[in-house]
């Protein structure tokens, strides 16, 4: 019963070993194409992938994250428009149920938005070339704590003993 056993698992892997090559990631790109014959290996250091394709070539293009002041907003258009740290000014397509507004943990309106407020805004280039912001985060200044706020600790109660 063993000697079975163990002949069963001997054609079984014999099987697995043989057939794996042909299962294998490197051999996809040699696979027969439909006249039967094999295809040439591709080299991927050349090739160019879909989302290459997709974006143009040109820098500051694709996607990415501006940080500065907001210095045109318009609701109705579902537009706003931030100023850099480069001085650079982008405006941004706002589309209405895809990008998140927020401000710290509260989301907010467009509306909400005010010029020179500060807000960090991620952003992508659609297909037309436009830049569409993905989320705005208006920026909440921090706030010094003032000496009012502050409490002294508490000092020690005594008692007199005579």
Do not use: H, R
């Amino acid at each position: 019963m063993i000697k079975k056993l163990v002949l069963v698992v001997f054609f079984l892997g014999a099987v697995i070993f043989i057939s794996a090559p042909g299962y294998s990631e490197d051999n996809a790109a040699t696979a027969p194409t439909e006249d039967n014959t094999a295809a040439a290996p591709t080299d991927e250091s050349t090739a160019i992938t879909a989302d290459e394709e997709m974006f143009p070539a040109e820098e500051g293009v694709g996607e990415g994250v501006v940080t500065g002041e907001v210095t045109a907003l318009d609701s109705s258009a579902g537009s706003i428009s931030v100023k850099g740290a480069d001085g650079a000014e982008k405006a941004f397509s706002v589309i209405d149920g895809e990008t998140i507004l927020w401000k710290g943990i509260e989301d907010i309106k467009l509306s909400d938005i005010k010029e020179g407020d500060n807000a960090e805004v991620g952003y992508y280039t659609d297909d037309a070339g436009k830049l569409v912001a993905s989320w705005v985060d208006v920026i909440i200044p921090e706030q010094p704590a003032s000496a009012e706020t502050q409490t002294a600790p508490a000092s020690p109660v005594t008692t007199e003993e005579e």
